[in-house]
Every structure is written in C-alpha cells, then in structure tokens.
C-alpha cells in the first residue's frame, strides 16, 4: 500500500469515528444487556425455557417413606417390595437350567483343547446363545466374551471360565435377593439387627457350625455381625449398604462353612469359624476374672501377650464405650478385630483415633514421644537397655514418609503400608522388641531354613 493510499485509510476512518454517535448508557446497562442477551440466544440454542415442553414431563424421582401410624401404606410398600423380589427370584437360572446351559457349552465346545480344558469359539458363542433361551442371552455379551479372553491363539474362550462367570452371577443376584429380604426399610441398606436376623437365620443351613449350642447362637451372631460392621461402616452409621457386603469377601468366608470337608487350617483362619468365634470368646472368659461380663482396664491388659501399655489401655477406656468403666462383649471384638488386622484400614483408623490424644488429626513429636515413654518405661522394667526416643521417631517418619515432614496423618500411614509397624512400636512392648531385633530374627529364620534343608538333604 502506498504512503498515499494509506493516508486516505486513516482519514476516512478518522471521520467515521468522528460521525459515530456515541451510546449514552452506563457500563453497568451495557454488560445487563449483553447478559440478558446471552442468556435468551443460550436458552435457544440449547434448547432450554421455561416453556420447553420436557419441563412438563419431569418423572418423579424421590418417595416418601410412609410414617409409622400409616399402617396401610406400609403394608402395601412390603407387599410390592416382595413381589418385586419374588419376579427377581424367577429371572434367576435354576439348577436345571444352569446344567442344560453346560451341556450346551460343551456340546458347543471347538477343538483343539487348550491343556485339558475345553474352548469355544465367538461363533459358537453366538449360536449357544441363540439356543440358550431368554434368561440365558444377558450372560452372552460381547463385552464378557472379550474379558474372557485370555490368548488364544484361535481366538476361543474357555468353557470353564464363562459358566463360572455365569454361576458367580446368579450366586451374587440369588444373595442380593436374600439380603434384600431383610432389609427393612427397602433402601438398599442392612441395620445391625437386620444383619443379627440373616446370619441367625442361616446357621442352620451351615454344616460346619452344626456343633455349636443354641445356647452360644447370640454371641456366634454377634461376633459375626462385628466384623461386617467394623470393616463396612467406618463412620459408625448403625447401617451397611447390601452393595457393600456382596463386594466384600466377608460373604464368601461366612458361606464357605457350607462346605462339610473344611480343613482345619480353613477354618482357624476363617473368622466366621465354629473354632474362631469359640477361641475369641473363650478369651473374653478367661480375662473376665471377677465374672461380671465386662471387662475392667486391668482384666484387659492381660490381652495377648500382655505388653500393652498402660497408656494405651487409658486411651481405649477414654474413648470407646464402657458401661461404669468397664468393656463389654461387643466393644472387645472391635478391640480385637483392630488388633489382630493393623494392616487394614478400618483397623488404622481404630488405633489411630486412639493415638491422636489432641483430637488435631495427626500425630506429632509430642503424641510418639507420649506414648513411647511408657515402652521405655517397661523396658527399664525389664531391665533392658534403654532406646533413645530420638532414633525411633526418625525411624518412624522415615518409615511413613509423610507429606508434612511434622506431622503423620492417618492416610500417610494408610499409603506407608508400615501403619501396623508404626502402631505395634508405640502401642505394644512385644511389637516392638519384635521391630528392634528384626535382623537377629530375620538371621535366626535363615538359619532354621537352612538347617530344616541340611537335614532332608
């Protein structure tokens, strides 16, 4: 553009600037403008308004659950919830159909093995569903075609791995249906006393507590109902969602008594065990020395190897439930569910809440230096060398390795994976004996390993 041209630019646009008459409104009416504007074209173009027709349509999403005086309405909403439950039941495969549905699989299978087991094809796959009838055809998506398969060099999927999925299914639909009967309120959560009424309930249908007397049911039911509330309902609510028990493996544990050739070292370990909930309460017993049923400060600290400290008993009696200063039944087992699982979460927030003497949501120097004196104070008891605290609180924030370097929060130890470490130093004389000599018995393993190979060599 030449130096002409461009100067006539500059005039013409000078003067239309000059003749542009100039708005009188405020700032204020201007920016009231633009957002009304916005609004209306908005609306529009997305296909809002108040006089859209869908506002007319709105489906009703919340119930009101009827009170206690409306007798009717409360019988007509557990009618309707047991028919609801009852039309489940029957979408449900019954035995007879779930050995029709695995001889059509295997009538189906495609060769060659893969091992010894048998496989199918995504075509057979198909055509089993077709056979299968309505009940069946959820199950056949190609979405668990494609978790199932695990390699194939033809593309097959193993008949074994799709009816368990199948059976695992209808296990875990059956289950829901049966909890849902005992849920009360219909909203898709168990109370306590909804959960003492199910396991009640099923201890008949249990081979593996046919031993147990009628006589011990309230406490077996009891120490079962313990471990579902402890580790599924953290905030002590009073309720668990159904949803919650199905994920858990707690069900499997509990159903697993079903099976009448359970090897010893199963049911040891098995909390929901005739033996399991027999040892815990025969404990409760045997600590219980003046046989009132509760258990005072004193009778609790012979727990265990009896190396709690006397600080950390105060610190239970302070903030779990007592009845005049002393624990019953029910408070013990949360005791012991934390004590025996210091690894799990749920039992980290136990010991936790007990350690955190300021309520501030974290520990510090003063709260490991306060509880750790009582640990150098049976050590001196002992007549053991003392254990400069210095050395084991840096032990403990280069174990936990927190996101505040002052200040260990209770996800910090959760994340550690050391949090049953940190809380046996603190907590228990043995635990931390067991943390201060690890090496010597790490060795002393070694050895006994090696010694057990010398000899069957």
Request: hydrophobic share 35%; net charge negative; with cysteine.
């Amino acid at each position: 553009m030449s130096e002409k041209e461009q100067h006539l630019w500059s005039d013409v646009l000078k003067r239309r600037l000059a003749s542009a008459k100039k708005d009188a409104r405020s700032d204020e009416e201007i920016k009231a403008e633009e957002t009304e504007l916005f609004a209306k074209y908005y609306s529009e173009w997305k296909g809002g308004g108040d006089n859209h027709k869908s506002f007319n349509n709105v489906p009703r999403f919340y119930y009101k659950l009827p009170a206690e005086d409306e007798v009717l309405l409360q019988k007509l909403r557990e009618e309707s919830r047991a028919v609801f439950l009852q039309r489940k039941s029957r979408e449900l495969l019954d035995n007879e159909e779930l050995q029709s549905l695995w001889f059509l699989l295997d009538k189906h299978q495609v060769p060659p093995l893969s091992g010894e087991e048998a496989m199918i094809s995504y075509e057979a796959y198909l055509h089993v569903r077709e056979k299968a009838g309505p009940k069946c055809r959820k199950f056949f998506t190609a979405r668990v075609y494609a978790k199932l398969l695990n390699n194939d060099p033809y593309g097959r999927i193993s008949i074994m791995h799709f009816f368990n999925y199948v059976m695992r299914k209808v296990w875990l639909h059956q289950t829901r249906i049966g909890l849902s009967l005992y849920d009360v309120a219909g909203q898709g959560y168990l109370r306590e006393s909804d959960l003492e009424n199910y396991i009640l309930e099923l201890i008949p249908t249990l081979p593996q507590l046919d031993g147990l007397e009628k006589s011990f049911y309230s406490f077996y039911v009891c120490t079962a109902v313990r471990k579902f509330f402890f580790f599924l309902d953290p905030l002590r609510t009073g309720k668990i969602k159904i949803q919650d028990i199905l994920a858990c493996s707690f069900l499997d544990d509990l159903l697993e008594l079903r099976d009448e050739e359970l090897s010893k070292e199963s049911q040891e370990s098995n909390w929901f065990s005739a033996p399991s909930a027999l040892r815990v309460y025969g404990q409760y017993l045997n600590l219980d020395k003046d046989h009132n049923g509760m258990l005072s400060k004193e009778e609790l600290s012979r727990y265990g190897t009896a190396t709690l400290t006397s600080v950390f008993l105060d610190r239970v009696f302070q903030e779990c439930l007592t009845y005049d200063g002393e624990m019953d039944y029910k408070t013990y087992l949360d005791f012991v569910l934390a004590l025996e699982n210091r690894k799990e979460p749920a039992a980290l927030q136990y010991i936790f809440k007990l350690l955190d003497i300021e309520d501030r949501g974290h520990l510090n120097v003063f709260s490991l230096n306060y509880f750790f004196r009582a640990i150098q104070e049976q050590i001196k008891i002992h007549g053991q060398e003392p254990v400069s605290f210095q050395d084991v609180k840096d032990e403990i924030f280069d174990m936990v390795k927190p996101k505040d370097p002052y200040k260990i929060t209770l996800q910090d130890l959760v994340n550690s994976c050391q949090g049953d470490t940190v809380t046996s130093i603190l907590i228990d004389l043995n635990g931390f004996w067991t943390y201060e000599n690890r090496e010597v018995l790490v060795a002393n393993d070694n050895d006994s390993i090696g010694a057990a190979e010398l000899i069957d060599a």
